[in-house]
């Protein structure tokens, strides 16, 4: 056993050795060493005076684009649907172009179920819309949240596709 221990304590030993001497080889070979070669003095030339500064023109600021289409939510759900996530992506860039921004988040249902529940859901839809923006660094205290229910459709509640367009939250700028 103690031969095993001396064997593998001299060959740890023989790395350690050839791996610091291969560090030292590369770092000489990558350094060489510049040629002397001897520099004549240039002519001293009269000073010219130095042009006037340009003023730069800061850069355009590009404005933000605040029209976002409306975000869709499933039947008595306040979980997005999919294809809203693009337009959530696209509107977190926007609202980062504008640091002093604020923003009011309206929630609103379509017309099944009761008024105090649509009220409830519409916040909650608002509320979601909020955590996912807030989740892609945009700072809570921007956002205000508004709850409508179903008191402001967009369509008619008569049809199915009616409902799913009332179903929404939208993203407004407070001016």
Same mark, same amino acid.
């Given at each position: 056993?103690?031969?095993?221990?001396?064997?593998?304590?001299?060959?740890?030993?023989?790395?350690?050795?050839?791996?610091?001497?291969?560090?030292?080889?590369?770092?000489?070979?990558?350094?060489?060493?510049?040629?002397?070669?001897?520099?004549?003095?240039?002519?001293?030339?009269?000073?010219?005076?130095?042009?006037?500064?340009?003023?730069?023109?800061?850069?355009?600021?590009?404005?933000?684009? #605040?029209? #976002?289409?409306?975000?869709?939510?499933?039947?008595?759900?306040?979980?997005?649907?999919?294809?809203?996530?693009?337009?959530?992506?696209?509107?977190?860039?926007?609202?980062?172009?504008?640091?002093?921004?604020?923003?009011?988040?309206?929630?609103?249902?379509?017309?099944?179920?009761?008024?105090?529940?649509?009220?409830?859901?519409?916040?909650?839809?608002? *509320?979601?819309?909020?955590?996912?923006?807030? *989740?892609?660094?945009?700072?809570?205290?921007?956002?205000?949240?508004?709850? #409508?229910?179903?008191?402001?459709?967009?369509?008619?509640?008569?049809?199915?596709?009616?409902?799913?367009? *009332?179903?929404?939250?939208?993203?407004?700028?407070?001016?």
């Amino acid at each position: 056993m103690k031969t095993l221990k001396s064997l593998s304590l001299s060959a740890l030993i023989c790395l350690l050795v050839v791996s610091l001497y291969s560090c030292k080889t590369k770092k000489m070979v990558a350094k060489p060493t510049p040629p002397a070669t001897v520099q004549e003095k240039a002519p001293v030339e009269a000073a010219k005076p130095e042009p006037a500064p340009v003023a730069e023109k800061p850069a355009p600021v590009e404005k933000p684009d #605040f029209n #976002f289409s409306n975000l869709q939510f499933e039947f008595n759900s306040a979980v997005l649907k999919t294809a809203s996530f693009q337009i959530l992506d696209r509107a977190a860039i926007e609202i980062k172009k504008d640091p002093e921004v604020k923003i009011t988040l309206n929630g609103h249902s379509s017309a099944e179920g009761t008024p105090e529940h649509n009220m409830s859901l519409s916040v909650d839809r608002a *509320n979601s819309v909020k955590s996912y923006l807030v *989740n892609t660094g945009i700072a809570a205290e921007k956002f205000t949240i508004k709850g #409508f229910g179903s008191t402001v459709p967009l369509t008619s509640n008569s049809t199915e596709e009616g409902k799913a367009l *009332n179903r929404r939250v939208e993203i407004k700028i407070n001016e």
